[in-house]
């Protein structure tokens, strides 16, 4: 059975620092890695997706790796914003098209 | 597009009633999921779709139904609400199981 587990649960930085979330998944055989952003009350939003074959994907300051035989994916924010404050969420897709979460790591950005 | 609609936004059900939460996407694709989130759980699958006529049950099916008679609906009833199904539902829907688009969600409170 699949699990994504994210590390830290919760993180507070003051704005202008670079970071690193953390993703591991316990199957190496996924098709797909996706990070979310999920303001509170609000829905979640793609940020970036590393299909199976890729090491990492870019958008701005947000950098995304995927290392598949270790199980493991970082989400790396340059420059951090307050307005970057929200949850971070990592998901994995299997050839079945389930979509995996973990439980997500919340982020604080003090001005 | 309107990407991926979920109706109603929220709702307060009676132990014992029944409802459907619905759940439309524009965008022709095939994949289509519910999840519910709550807090220290994360976001669970509850049922998915991989193609019109096509369901399967998830990580959480008891006490849901779903069909899928169309690419563009995916409907989730609820057929004697509990208070333990007390949550927020997230749709989901994607093309040939690359990326996830999600919809807003419905906050539902059974009481």
């Known amino acids: 059975k699949q699990e994504v587990t994210q590390i830290p649960a919760a993180l507070s930085v003051p704005e202008g620092e670079n970071l690193v979330l953390n993703c591991s998944f316990t199957d190496s055989a996924i098709y797909n890695l996706q990070w979310f952003r999920q303001d509170p009350g609000k829905g979640l939003t793609s940020l970036l997706l590393?299909?199976?074959?890729?090491r990492e994907q870019t958008s701005g300051r947000l950098n995304a790796s995927l290392d598949k035989s270790s199980g493991r994916s970082t989400l790396y924010i340059a420059a951090s914003q307050p307005g970057d404050s929200a949850t971070y969420l990592c998901a994995v897709t299997g050839n079945t098209g389930k979509l995996i979460f973990g439980q997500g790591t919340t982020l604080q950005v003090k001005p | 597009n309107a990407g991926v609609t979920q109706t109603p936004k929220f709702q307060v059900l009676k132990t014992g009633q029944s409802m459907t939460l619905q759940c439309a996407q524009d965008?022709?694709?095939?994949?289509m999921s519910w999840y519910r989130q709550d807090p220290g759980m994360g976001l669970r699958l509850i049922h998915y779709s991989v193609g019109a006529g096509i369901t399967d049950q998830g990580e959480v099916p008891n006490g849901y139904n779903v069909s899928r008679s169309t690419t563009e609906d995916f409907p989730l009833r609820l057929l004697s609400a509990a208070p333990s199904q007390t949550s927020v539902y997230f749709c989901a829907s994607s093309v040939d199981n690359y990326g996830y688009t999600f919809g807003s969600g419905t906050r539902l409170t059974v009481v």
């Open positions: 590393i299909q199976s074959s890729q």
């Open positions: 965008m022709n694709h095939e994949y």
